[in-house]
């Protein structure tokens, strides 16, 4: 049997409570909970009454200071994990109330979007074995306890979902200085920070800006370190990064059709994948209009995917020159897929 003793004070100073199981509401025994000691066993434990809010799991050592998890706020509750003998097997769902794609698993997975193309989790059945359930891809990020059971809506239980796509910007090179993480577009960094001088991509892909409101220019940014932005994009090293786009991962086939002067004119291809060179595949000395159906598409200003880059999202782009996404006098040579593998 486990046990975990609460203390009201930081370094397990004043009042404590002995707790061995469950515990829905500790108010009634501590005011205030900023320091812990597991005696045994393992715990999950909760900054808000009932199981609710941020939950933190926690084996057997001392735990001096709540701010070590990230939260200045107290601990309110707490579930003994009880030990588990024999299969682990949960069915995981990408919609709520069992809805869409579904896959059974019976061992750890660090990555779901990599190993089965699922966006999210929203809902699962758990029929053997305690879980525990990560925001982020390789375990990292906040984290939902699960026992066994149905449970058809991780959001209603307070768990916003999975973040498959993170990236985290620094005001000063080498990831130093004040940092701003987010899991969408931004269109305007400097609303968070005074600059951007280097980021790190956790999970996921982006587009990230030189100018705001995803204008100037810009660059692709997949998983991993960029101490700089001279290393991601070229940019002089007094100019910063001002704004990023998510791109979401994407299923299914890819459709674009591309024209050789603006307003959809001109010279038409519909491609369904890479073109290293629309001139020696279509004869197209340019591409000035565009009309994507289907996937997320990058446009180069050079064949073989060299030069100035464009994203295209679905949708359609009447004039690349009007868009005042890209440079002026870009001109576009090659094209590819953004697949679901960044």
């Not at 205030?32 to 434990?45: A, H, L, P, T, Y």
């Not at 989790?121 to 990560?134: A, E, F, I, K, P």
């Not at 101490?227 to 979401?248: F, K, V």
């Amino acid at each position: 049997m486990g046990k975990i003793t609460f203390y009201e004070e930081r370094n397990f100073q004043g009042r404590s409570y002995e707790c061995q199981s469950d515990c829905s509401d500790m108010t009634p025994n501590l005011s205030r909970s900023q320091s812990c000691r597991v005696e045994s066993g393992c715990f999950m434990v909760y900054d808000r009454p009932n199981y609710m809010g941020n939950q933190f799991f926690l084996r057997r050592g001392e735990y001096s200071d709540n701010m070590s998890f990230g939260t200045s706020g107290s601990f309110r509750s707490c579930r003994q994990i009880p030990q588990h003998r024999g299969s682990f097997r949960i069915k995981i769902y990408e919609k709520e109330n069992f809805g869409g794609q579904s896959h059974e698993l019976m061992e750890d997975s660090d990555n779901i979007m990599e190993r089965y193309r699922m966006s999210d989790c929203q809902s699962c059945n758990v029929m053997d074995g305690h879980w525990l359930m990560y925001e982020q891809a390789q375990f990292r990020g906040k984290m939902m306890y699960l026992r066994p059971g149905e449970y058809r809506s991780m959001r209603e239980m307070g768990f916003s979902g999975m973040k498959l796509n993170s990236i985290i910007f620094y005001e000063d090179n080498n990831f130093q200085g004040r940092s701003y993480e987010t899991s969408s577009d931004c269109a305007e960094l400097t609303s968070y920070l005074s600059r951007c001088n280097s980021c790190r991509v956790e999970s996921g892909c982006f587009m990230v800006y030189e100018r705001p409101n995803y204008m100037g220019h810009q660059t692709l940014a997949r998983r991993g370190e960029y101490p700089d932005n001279q290393r991601l994009m070229g940019m002089s090293m007094s100019d910063c990064i001002c704004s990023c786009r998510m791109i979401p991962t994407h299923k299914g086939q890819f459709r674009m059709r591309i024209y050789g002067r603006e307003n959809f004119r001109g010279q038409m291809n519909e491609l369904l994948d890479d073109c290293d060179s629309i001139q020696d595949r279509f004869r197209m000395s340019d591409c000035q209009s565009a009309h994507v159906m289907d996937g997320h598409w990058l446009l180069y200003e050079q064949p073989q995917y060299k030069g100035r880059m464009l994203y295209l999202r679905p949708g359609e782009y009447r004039s690349m020159r009007d868009m005042g996404t890209g440079p002026m006098d870009m001109r576009i040579g090659s094209m590819r897929r953004i697949m679901d593998s960044c």
